[in-house]
């Protein structure tokens, strides 16, 4: 995904910051990422993504039974997330996809300007579009081995699509998804179709 996303020269700094963005909430590492710094609601909420993994009781009813979930720049992922058995989900890059539009370049050591301030300019309402386009994507490429393999997986996607209210468009990320998996670079379809508006476009 950075490869397909960003330039050549920039490739290996956003790289280091997904690594360090993304953790794993195991037995191992649950005592020191309850101490991080933060809000106490991140802690509640770590706590309970590890113990869910455990099939443990939840601190709360309100508690939600979920794989992972994103703060900021930071990821969190439960082991859980290698048991998910749908063939189009990858709940890390759909977070992953999210920090690329919540870093600002300077974070990870890229040059800032003004025009160019963040890892990625994502149009603000196709936030969900591109995090789900990008993980639907992620999976075909991942799956296929020719672009007609990538062509079908893309049609049986766009059958069997399973996408949470939180995009309000699902019928649009089929659309980008299959026309991703017909282009020779899918990542510059995705990042063209979630692109933001120009001011123009949007006063007329």
């Known amino acids: ?10 490739q290996e700094l956003v790289l280091a910051a997904v690594e360090r963005s993304v953790l794993f909430v195991t037995r191992d590492t649950i005592a020191l990422l309850l101490r991080r710094p933060g809000f106490d609601s991140t802690a509640w909420s770590v706590a309970n993504l590890y113990l869910e993994s455990l099939d443990a009781e939840l601190l709360g009813e309100v508690a939600p039974s979920i794989v992972g979930m994103s ?9 859980a997330y290698f048991d998910d058995d749908d063939p189009f989900a990858d709940f890390v ?8 539009h919540n870093c600002k370049r300077d ?9 160019r301030e963040w890892l990625l300019d994502i149009e603000f309402s196709k936030r ?9 994507y992620a999976r075909i490429l991942e799956r296929s081995q020719s672009a007609r393999e990538r062509r079908e997986l893309a049609i049986e996607y766009c059958r069997t699509q399973r996408i ?7 019928a649009e990320v089929a659309e980008i998804v299959a026309e991703a998996a017909a282009a020779r670079n899918g990542w510059k379809v995705i990042l063209r179709r979630c692109a933001p508006v120009p001011r123009a476009t949007v006063l007329s």
Do not use: Q
């Not at 900021?72 to 082991?79: E, I, L, N």
């Open 1 to 10: 995904m950075v490869r397909g996303l960003f330039p050549r020269a920039e």
């Open 71 to 79: 703060v900021g720049t930071t990821c969190y992922v439960s082991p």
């Open 93 to 100: 890059v759909h977070e992953v996809a999210h920090i690329f």
């Open 107 to 115: 974070v990870v050591g890229l040059r800032r300007t003004r025009t």
């Open 128 to 136: 969900e579009t591109f995090a789900y386009s990008c993980e639907a």
């Open 164 to 170: 949470s209210a939180g995009c309000d468009d699902p």
